[in-house]
């Protein structure tokens, strides 16, 4: 099993002090207790697309559900994979990622620690199923947004175990959206409506409220 989280100091990288300083710079605006689930994703191409979109995104966590076992379990062995730190510009470097063996380890675990899941799907699936801009993503303290595979989708055990179903509405031809682009479209929504609710309230159900909302965007990087 992979580190708890992730390292700003690896054996052979001491961080600079401008990587120190952006890190401090960035922690206030991520979204504590957000979590991207990619479910048997295919391509190692679209896997360092979403971890660069959860690291610039300000997402948590990535958990990756890899039932075929096709990803290494040590995620040190993943970061020096030339593919996904090319693909993610090094976001795996400093982006918290866990495999889980199967959908329902990964329920087990999130289930136990309190998350609440949400699945995404072109399709209508689900108790209920709604565009992405109707959703309100700050009902739940923890929220883990999963993704589905690039040829067959969400499965059926991971919509059954979901609250509910979010589609990115599409106005073309074709019937899905690449699972890196839809990752991006959807986190950034959720991510945005988290980080507006915790620059407002310290607690759940709008209990803490700070006197002066904290800030809910930051200078881009110089
Ligand atoms: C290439 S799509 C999978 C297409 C598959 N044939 C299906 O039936 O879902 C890969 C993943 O991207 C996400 N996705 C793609 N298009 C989406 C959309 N319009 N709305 C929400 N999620 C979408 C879903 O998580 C989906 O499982």
Known sequence: MAAEEPNLVTEDTKPRASVRKRANEIKPFRCKNLIAVLENPTDMINIGTVIRNVNALGVEKVYVVDTRRSLPDDWQDLRERRTASKTSVSAVKWTFVRRFDSTEECFAHLERKGFTSIVTSPHVKGKASIFL?????????????????????????????????????????????????????????????????????????????????????????V
């Open 133 to 221: 801009h109707e959703g309100d993503y700050t009902a739940y303290t923890k929220l883990a947004v999963w993704f589905g595979s690039e040829a067959t989708g969400i499965s059926d055990l991971a919509v059954e175990r979901s609250e509910m179903c979010i589609s990115v509405p599409m106005f073309g031809m074709i019937e899905s959206l690449n699972l890196g682009t839809s990752s991006g479209i959807v986190l950034y929504e959720v991510a945005k409506q988290r980080r507006e609710y915790q620059s407002k309230y310290r607690k759940r159900n709008q209990r803490g409220q700070r006197a002066n909302p904290l800030p809910t965007t930051i200078g881009p990087k």
